[in-house]
C-alpha cells in the first residue's frame, strides 16, 4: 500500500522560506512522477513543480527561480524548498506520485496523494 506523508507547512512572512517533505512508503516501482501540487480556497489544483525517474524537473512558471524540488531515495523522501514565499503561494500543499513518468503537472492522472500540508504567507 503506497502512502504519503507531508510535513513542514506552516506560517511565515512574505519573503521567507520553508521546506516541505513528503515521506513515501510502499512505492515498489522503479518508473515514477512525483511531484507537488497546491490548491487554495476557491481555486483549481495546480501543479508546482514534478520530478521524474529520469532526474527530470519541471517548474510551474510561477515559482521558477524561487521553489527547488528534490529527493532522498536513501529516505524515500521528496521535499520542496520554497524561498521567497509570496501571499499568492498561500495554498494547502500536496505531493503525489504516480508510475506513469511522463504524467509532470498532469494532476488529474495521478495515483497516489498524500493528505496535504497548509502553507500561509502573510503580507
Known amino acids: 500500500q503506497v502512502q504519503l506523508v507531508e510535513s513542514g507547512g506552516g506560517s511565515v512572512q512574505a519573503g521567507g522560506s520553508l521546506r516541505l517533505s513528503c515521506a513515501v512508503s510502499?512505492?515498489?516501482?522503479?518508473?515514477?512522477?512525483m511531484g507537488w501540487f497546491r490548491q487554495a480556497p476557491g481555486k483549481e489544483r495546480e501543479g508546482v513543480a514534478t520530478i521524474d525517474s529520469g532526474g527530470r524537473r519541471t517548474y510551474a512558471d510561477s515559482v521558477k527561480g524561487r521553489f527547488t524540488i528534490s529527493q532522498d531515495n536513501a529516505k524515500n523522501t521528496l521535499y520542496l524548498q520554497m524561498n521567497s514565499l509570496k501571499p499568492e503561494d498561500t495554498a494547502m500543499y500536496y505531493c503525489?506520485?504516480?508510475?506513469?513518468?511522463?504524467?509532470?503537472?498532469?494532476?488529474?492522472?495521478?495515483?497516489?496523494w498524500g493528505q496535504g500540508t497548509q502553507v500561509t504567507v502573510s503580507s
Open positions: 503525489a506520485a504516480d508510475r506513469r513518468w511522463w504524467l509532470l503537472m498532469q494532476s488529474t492522472e495521478y495515483q497516489y
Open positions: 510502499g512505492y515498489t516501482y522503479s518508473s515514477y512522477s
